[in-house]
């Protein structure tokens, strides 16, 4: 038996290999040491894990069939349970049901590496200017958001204390397990937790208030060791300040929330490396902090701003930085646009030079929209957000913004003439493209702009009606739940589409 998920065994080992811990064995115990940070009732199991990891195994423990006591790798921890697994399996085996049949039916697909991209249907074989309008009012969107958050609230662990689900995820090296949901923005724990709050922010039910609480105080319960990584983004530890910067600033404020941030802010001074990634990187931390700034204008957090900002100059200047990508996720928009946030922060015109730099090469990069995919990750949604961004700081900033207007016009008429994605999801399908409408009508307060959005959002819900399900990557008869590629993205965007003034977009 595992008793924990084998990749936090794999990730403390991977961390204990760095020259650092292996040049001085008590720094590498400190290391595994780790492992007291989520106790058991039996401290002599973690003493067991400890002693298998010094020797670079991950620990296993183990049963006879017929008996109650649970093993290590060397030796009788004495009894665990009140049943033998013979009888656990006996119990299980008669109360198992089709549905948990089925599911383990998708799990064994999933084994085999049967997790693709949905197939193609007709309903979504039109492009986007060819989609009628229709009549949908923010009455409906609320129906449809409260109904989905009670289907993903439903599919969650039957647990009294934790408010935690199953799911697959995807590690950094392309591979699918199914296991706990992680606490990060991206799929994770914390894009259900700001889904949450803003669902209690249209309707006033202060149940979806207690769901974000419960949600961030499980996350924050231990005192995690936070590593140096390179990931500093969406998908990392650092989550918690990426979610919290989407908060209106009465809750910003709540001495609880800043508790947590200062902690990550904390761990962040001991962060060295970094990636200017926006999804995985420093440029999406940047854009954080500067909207904690904004909306608090503590010089705090302007001073990380800084520091994260000239970490990401100085990998330009040694010509560190990977290859960029079209679109918002990979490319060089959203570094453009922080610089020029920068810019109307603190007046530099060394920021505002670099801005302008980055912007022109992502434009010579990337104009041929004709070749480009349509999704917000790599391609012309993102592409446009980011220009509507960089269009909206730099009018704030008194700046000529006319050529960015003149090229988010073409690349509208690039969308409009595009298909519509075979995919429901925020980061690369039709709830990124409702983002696209609902960010451009913030710059243009065209009506026009919001009701695309609206028709969008319609045609994924009646056809989610037709079919009995969203059209996303996931399992026959296991659901995708979070907030870039599964259900909780689309449950962002309904609620969005009901007040689009005090949600925010958390595309840009």
């Known amino acids: 038996q595992l008793l924990r998920n084998t990749n936090q065994y794999a990730k403390i080992l991977g961390h204990s290999y760095h020259p650092d811990f292996l040049s001085d064995m008590l720094d590498r115990e400190k290391i595994l040491e780790n492992m007291w940070s989520i106790e058991f009732n039996n401290s002599t199991f973690i003493i067991s894990e400890i002693e298998d990891m010094m020797f670079n195994d991950v620990p296993y423990f183990s049963y006879y069939t ?5 093993y290590s790798s060397n030796r009788n921890l004495g009894e665990f349970t009140s049943k033998t697994s013979y009888e656990y399996l006996i119990e299980h085996i008669i ?22 991209i949905p197939n193609k249907i007709k309903e979504y074989e039109m492009t986007v200017q060819s989609l009628k309008e229709n009549s949908s009012t923010e009455n409906t969107f609320l129906e ?32 699918d397990s199914y296991n706990v949901i992680s606490a990060d923005f991206y799929d994770g724990v914390y894009g259900i937790a700001l889904a949450m709050y803003y669902l209690y922010k249209v ?8 769901y974000f609480e419960k949600i961030i105080d499980e996350c924050n319960t231990e005192d995690q060791i936070i590593y140096v990584e390179k990931n500093i983004g969406y998908t990392s530890t650092f989550s918690f300040i990426h979610m919290a910067s989407f908060l209106e600033k009465e809750d910003l404020q ?32 940047v854009n954080s902090l500067i909207r904690l700034y904004d909306n608090s204008h503590d010089t705090t957090y302007l001073s990380h701003i800084i520091t994260y900002a000239e970490k ?29 946030k920068l810019y109307s922060i603190t007046k530099s015109i060394k920021y505002l030079n670099f801005a302008a730099d980055i912007l022109d090469k992502d434009k010579h990069l990337y104009s041929n929209y004709e070749e480009m995919p349509l999704s917000w990750c790599r391609g012309l949604t993102g592409l446009a957000i980011s220009r509507i961004e960089i269009c909206k700081t730099m009018k704030k900033a008194n700046l000529d ?13 690039h969308i409009m003439k595009s298909a519509m ?27 026009h702009d919001y009701d695309m959005a609206k028709t969008i959002m319609n045609k994924i819900m009646t056809t989610q009606k037709a079919k009995g399900k969203f059209h996303l990557k996931q399992l026959e008869h296991i659901s995708s739940i979070g907030l870039f590629t599964g259900e909780t993205g689309i449950l962002f965007e309904l609620i969005r589409l009901i007040n689009p003034e005090i949600v925010p977009s958390v595309l840009s």
């Open 203 to 210: 309707t006033n039910e202060t149940k979806y208030y207690s």
């Open 144 to 175: 449809c958001a409260i109904n989905l958050s009670k289907k993903i609230l439903s599919e969650r662990i039957k647990s009294e204390d934790l408010l935690l689900w199953m799911t697959v995820n995807t590690s950094k090296y392309e591979e």
């Open 66 to 70: 017929h008996g109650l006591e649970i």
């Open 312 to 340: 990401i100059l100085a990998c330009f200047k040694k010509d560190e930085v990977k290859d960029f990508q079209a679109g918002f996720a990979h490319g060089l928009g959203p570094i453009s646009l922080i610089f020029y």
């Open 254 to 285: 709540k001495s609880k929330v800043k508790g947590y941030i200062n902690k990550y802010l904390k761990k962040l001074e001991n962060n060295i490396e970094i990636d200017v990634d926006y999804l995985n990187g420093a440029t999406s931390l």
């Open 401 to 413: 913004y006319t050529e960015v207007l003149e090229e988010i016009e073409k690349i509208n008429d």
């Open 95 to 116: 109360r198992i049901s089709n549905e948990d049949i089925l599911k383990q039916v998708s799990l064994i697909e999933l084994a085999y590496g049967n997790y693709d």
């Open 421 to 447: 994605f075979q995919n429901d999801c925020l980061c690369h399908g039709n709830s990124g493209l409702v983002e696209y409408f609902l960010t451009r009508y913030s710059l243009t307060l065209d009506l």
